[in-house]
């Protein structure tokens, strides 16, 4: 499997309940790498280019007025199937049918305050990350356990 990126965004909620440190946690713990963070009210603009997919959905204005209502903790995280694995950690859109063990299963309330968003595919990710972060926010480096990780 190639290594790959992904986006994840920590919304309102999480970083105002104070859960950003057990998220990151989470996506450390797993092994992924950090290339990008950074916290963020979004404008309306970005908020309606992010949940552009939505936009003739009735639940679209919800979407914009939530994801500009406080900070954000946008991150880019890279590692072998990240995008799928970042899904399953995350859980499902809906609290109630997320596992336990899940991100929205341990911690999000309903679907409107489900905790964090994680882009659903390789399109959707490379679009995220170039919405969000510009080229020169992503840092690569190599962690100091790399040769142990690619035996």
Same mark, same amino acid.
């Given at each position: 499997m190639d @290594? +790959? #990126?992904?986006? $994840?965004a920590i919304k309102p909620d999480? @970083?105002? #309940?104070?859960l950003v440190g057990e998220i990151l946690a989470r996506f450390e713990r797993k092994g992924f790498k !950090? @290339? /990008? $963070?950074?916290q963020l009210i979004p404008s309306k603009e970005l908020a309606e280019q992010h949940y552009g997919v939505h936009k003739e959905r009735p639940f679209f204005e919800g979407l914009v007025h939530f994801i500009t209502s406080g900070p954000v903790v946008a991150m880019v995280w890279e590692g072998e199937g990240v995008?799928? *694995?970042a899904r399953k950690i995350?859980? *499902?859109t809906?609290? $109630?049918e997320a596992d336990p063990g899940t991100i929205r299963g341990d !911690? /999000?309330?309903n679907i409107g305050r489900n905790v964090i968003h994680g882009s659903d595919g390789p399109e959707t990710a490379a679009f995220e990350i170039g919405l969000w972060f510009s080229s *020169? +926010? $992503?840092i690569d480096w190599r962690p100091s356990d790399y040769a142990w990780r690619v035996e």
């Open positions: @290594v +790959e #990126r992904t986006f $994840l999480g @970083v105002q #309940r104070g !950090l @290339v /990008a $963070l950074k995008i799928a *694995s995350i859980g *499902s809906k609290p $109630l !911690l /999000a309330i *020169s +926010e $992503l």
